[in-house]
């Protein structure tokens, strides 16, 4: 079974600045799919930004972007300009290419915190 | 554009009571998911059901029964509530795509048992 580790339960960032959140996986499988979802005090899941492990290039969403290092098995999560508004709980999450399940494997999150 | 509607968004149960929570999606999506999400532990997969008419168990099926009464409706259900089901409850929903589509959540109930 795959896991998905966040190693940092709470994170801070001065506003405007940059800050980087990490996580790592464990799998067997070549072929799979990596997200990022964030969720605000509304509990809403929100989703980030996603990666195909068969891609080398890094997504990017505006002042989102990941380092994707396969060979590792990490998937950071990079935000540029802090915004207010970025302050949530961050989740890592994995889904594997085979099957129709389509399932996530989450990670145990990190909490974002922007200050003023 | 409603998504995914989850129904109550709070509840308070003593245990050992009974209760279903429901969940229907409007975006004709195959497969939906039910996540419990608890403190330092991340969103954990309870049961899920890939298309209509099949369910199967997830991580942490445990004190839990699901129905997907048809492709829109997938409910959970309690039968004898304990306090270790405290817990926020999200259902999900995925489309028969790629496997890069994102799974669409509700809003969470938030679950307290007595």
């Known amino acids: 079974a795959q896991t998905v580790t966040q190693s940092q339960p709470e994170m801070s960032v001065q506003e405007a600045e940059t800050v980087t959140l990490s996580c790592t996986y464990d799998?067997?499988?070549?072929?799979?799919?990596l997200f990022w979802y964030k969720q605000p005090p509304s509990r809403q899941m929100i989703l980030v930004i996603r990666?195909?492990?068969?891609?080398?290039q890094n997504a990017t969403e505006n002042r989102f972007s990941v380092n994707f290092q396969k060979a590792a098995k990490s998937f950071s999560l990079k935000i540029s300009d802090s915004q207010l508004g970025d302050a949530a709980m961050y989740f890592c999450?994995?889904?594997?290419?085979?099957?129709?399940?389509?399932?996530?494997?989450f990670g145990s999150g990190t909490q974002l915190t922007v200050l003023p | 554009n409603a998504g995914v509607t989850q129904t109550p968004k709070f509840q308070v149960l003593k245990t050992g009571q009974s209760m279903t929570l429901q969940c229907a999606q409007d975006?004709?999506?195959?497969?939906m998911y039910w996540y419990r999400q608890d403190p330092g532990m991340g969103l954990r997969l309870i049961y899920y059901?890939?298309?209509?008419?099949?369910?199967d168990k997830g991580e942490v099926p445990n004190g839990y029964n699901v129905s997907r009464l048809n492709k829109r409706e997938f409910s959970l259900r309690l039968e004898s509530a304990a306090p270790s089901q405290t817990s926020v409850y999200f259902c999900?929903?995925?489309?028969?795509?790629?496997?890069?589509?994102?799974?669409?959540f509700g809003n969470g109930t938030r679950l307290t048992v007595t």
């Open positions: 975006m004709n999506h195959n497969s």
């Open positions: 999450a994995y889904r594997s290419a085979g099957g129709s399940a389509r399932q996530l494997t």
């Open positions: 059901s890939a298309s209509e008419g099949t369910t």
């Open positions: 990666q195909e492990a068969y891609k080398q």
């Open positions: 799998t067997s499988e070549s072929d799979y799919y």
């Open positions: 999900a929903s995925a489309g028969y795509g790629t496997h890069n589509s994102p799974l669409h």
